[in-house]
Structure formats: C-alpha cells, structure tokens
C-alpha cells in the first residue's frame, strides 16, 4: 500500500481470503482503493472451476475476486500497468457509465464522520 502507484497491495485477512487492493499514490504515502468486485468478460470457465460458482456470485466480493482469478499472496507488488497475469486496462464503454457513491460499509467500528462518507462507488454497467 505504500506504493508505488499502479502496483497489487495484496493481503491475507482473517486468516482465510486474499483482499486485492490498487496503489494510488506515490511511493511511501499510504494510499490504495479496494477492488470489491468485477465483472468477468473472460476466463468464465476456469473461474467457474475455482470458485463452485456461477453469475453473479462468481466475483461479487473482494474475497470471492481473489479466489475467482487465482490471486494470492505472489501478486503482491505486482506491476498492474504492465502485467501479462494480471492487469488493468482502459477500456472504452459504448454506453456512459453510472458511476454513484454511498457510505462504506463494515466499518461500524469508524467515527459517524467517516462511517457516513461517500467513499464506496459503484460503476453500473
């Protein structure tokens, strides 16, 4: 997470799930984005195979993303800019995206400043 930018924070969280993050700032200040879920356009079958799942379950949750395209702790640092295993791209939509924000979630634990922020978005595809 302390960078730099354009490079995979990925974690192991309680014990069990991979978490993958994106650095967004530059090199020694904290800075990454969550990557909650995807949309999967290729690869279905062996993401299907990994995961039991199918739809939208295959890749609705950080955690079940991770499991779903293999991502374990060897992508850490990886270079998302340049990566042929993993990586990401602009891709040109033919319709505009709807892009919203609402309050994050599972962080009962935050001050209500930062509980009720808009920091969580959601692209509709």
Known sequence: MFGPP??????????MHYLLNLVTEKEGNPSAVLIRAIKAVSGLEEMQARRKRRGKELT????????ALGID???????VTR???????????????????TPRIGIDYACKKDREALWRFLLQL
């Open 6 to 15: 354009g490079r995979a924070y990925v974690y192991f969280t309680y014990g």
């Open 60 to 67: 609705n949750g950080p955690a079940k993303l991770c499991q």
């Open 73 to 79: 702790k060897t992508f850490n640092g990886w270079d």
């Open 83 to 101: 990566g042929n295993q993993l990586w990401v791209e602009n891709y040109q939509y033919a319709n505009p995206l709807t892009i919203s924000s």
